[in-house]
DNA sequence: AACCAGGGAAGAT
DNA sequence: ATCTTCCATGGT
């Protein structure tokens, strides 16, 4: 067992950090405690780490603890890199300051990209979520972890690609996927596994690339794509103008009686370039 | 009961 | 290239 304490200097709300993670009702997340655990793999071994928060958005300081000491290195670098802790969100708010976005970025101060905990679990996650209400969504995406993956001391590993690629497309029709659904999650899952699309490679190229690489993949879209970019990964400028949730929001923000138009998207985002991400961020949140 | 949901593919123009 | 239709199922 081994613990570690962390102080940022930047603003950093993560208390939003644990409200969005608890959307997933499977995540391990003590709102009262203001901590979660998170399941890693590593080198084929399963690792638990526990974070915590001890201060406060202006002052963040955390609380990191595992039981491998032997990892302990490269633990804390998976969950500084994970939460983005490096970031400086003070300098992004600041960015905003005079936009059409400062008086949200006023009332949201310090909202970082919640990341999802692993690259395949963020792209599979999002498929399975295209088109659905939140709710069911979560609903399908349970019971996707809880027959395919594998739950230890109480947190829930993903499932892997190489289980997931044997399955058939009636086992989760069962599950209530629609058949078009399982295929992608199956077919996907079968092209990782054959290594023909490699997440961790993927991760080195920029932007525009991986988008044009993943769109090729029946199943992934420009909406999957653009929220593994800013969930998966962490980009910094995402806009992602066909969700919508974002349509709602500048709807809201803007005080429009319609939802608003590609073309009237792309004009009120051209200010907040090189952090659209954390505008949608933002716009989401101010919409929950 | 009708329309929507943090879409995407395939077909039609 | 851009617009429509269909897919599939629960939520409101």
Redesign the pocket.
Known sequence: MWEEEIKLNTIYDFDYSLYRIS?DPLATVQIEERSVSIPLVMANEKHIIHVQAIGTTKQPRFIVKSEDISRKEEILHYIVDLFEWKKDLTKIRNHFIGTNLASLFDVYPGTPIVRDFDLYYSLIKTII?????????Y?LSNRFVERYGENVDGVWFYPTPERVASIKVEDL?EL?F???KAEYVIDTSKLIVEGKLDLDELKEKTDEEILSDLIK?????????E?WLM?GLGREDHFPK????IQ?AVKKLLGMDRKPTKEELEEISQEWNPYRSYASLTL?RSIE
Request: proline fraction near 0%; hydrophobic fraction near 40%.
């Open positions: 959307f979520h295209q088109q659905l209400n939140m709710k069911f969504a609903v029709r209530q629609s058949g078009r993949i029946r199943g992934i879209g420009r909406w999957t794509a929220n969930f066909a969700d919508i949730g709602k989401w």
